[in-house]
Nanobody
Framework: QVNLVESGGGLVQPGGSLRLSCAAS????????MRWYRQAPGKQRDLVAL???????NYADSVKGRFTISRDNAKNTVYLQMNNLKPEDTAVYYC??????????????WGQGTQVTVSE
């Protein structure tokens, strides 16, 4: 079993910054792709950014130039640095990861989510 625990959400004014963290723990052999999703009230859950085990990165168009995803493999942790936040970034942010518990067996896991609210 693997647990993903997000932290770093909160209330911030437009133009402000937040840094989200997601730490994986449990039966971990290695972690391949790590992702951040977000879900605003009444909307579907959308992919925000991903980083593969090889370091390839992709962003949603809406956050390019403002958000930066990174990872610390030694800590099994992925980060999302969010700058120049806008009210439309308000959502629950979820961590997602493809985790190998052995050399050949992997499963996909979700965190519990952390609320980000951008408002005056």
């Amino acid at each position: 079993q693997v647990n993903l625990v997000e932290s770093g959400g909160g209330l911030v004014q437009p133009g402000g910054s937040l840094r989200l963290s997601c730490a994986a723990s449990g039966s971990i052999f290695s972690i391949y792709t790590m992702r951040w999703y977000r879900q605003a009230p009444g909307k579907q859950r959308d992919l925000v950014a991903l980083i593969t085990g090889g370091g390839n990165i992709n962003y949603a168009d809406s956050v390019k130039g403002r958000f930066t995803i990174s990872r610390d493999n030694a800590k099994n942790t992925v980060y999302l640095q969010m700058n120049n936040l806008k009210p439309e970034d308000t959502a629950v942010y979820y961590c997602n990861a493809d985790v190998f518990s052995t050399a050949t067996y992997s499963s996909n896991y979700w965190g519990q989510g952390t609320q980000v609210t951008v408002s005056e």
